[in-house]
């Protein structure tokens, strides 16, 4: 389950991830920060539910960024759709 955003977060997202002076900010938020390539799991349970939070925020700006505008309910994702490898590549 990640966050469901509204189609003007959406954009606004969309907006942010196209600008070349934004972008960068977001890739390190959703990749370092976000820990979106890295395994969350720690031998501390702890930290492990603590890292999976990072990496919750890091694929649901992802699922924003990559979000179908076009769908006539205004909805911003398909919630059940896990990023591909393609498009974790793109980020």
């Given amino acids: ?3 469901e955003w509204t189609k003007e977060e959406v ?8 600008s070349p002076e934004s972008q960068p900010a977001l890739k390190i938020i959703i ?3 976000g820990m979106f ?5 720690t031998p501390d349970p702890h ?7 990072r990496r919750y925020v890091a694929i649901s700006l992802t699922e924003a960024i990559n979000a179908n ?3 006539e ?3 911003n994702t398909d919630r059940g759709h896990v990023p591909t490898a393609t498009e974790r590549a793109a980020i």
């Fill in 73 to 75: 309910n205004g909805s």
């Fill in 11 to 18: 954009q606004m997202i969309k907006r942010l991830w196209a």
């Fill in 47 to 53: 930290i492990t539910a603590f890292n999976e939070g």
């Fill in 37 to 41: 390539h890295r395994s969350s799991f």
């Fill in 1 to 3: 389950m990640t966050f």
């Fill in 31 to 33: 990749e370092s920060l």
């Fill in 69 to 71: 505008l076009s769908e």
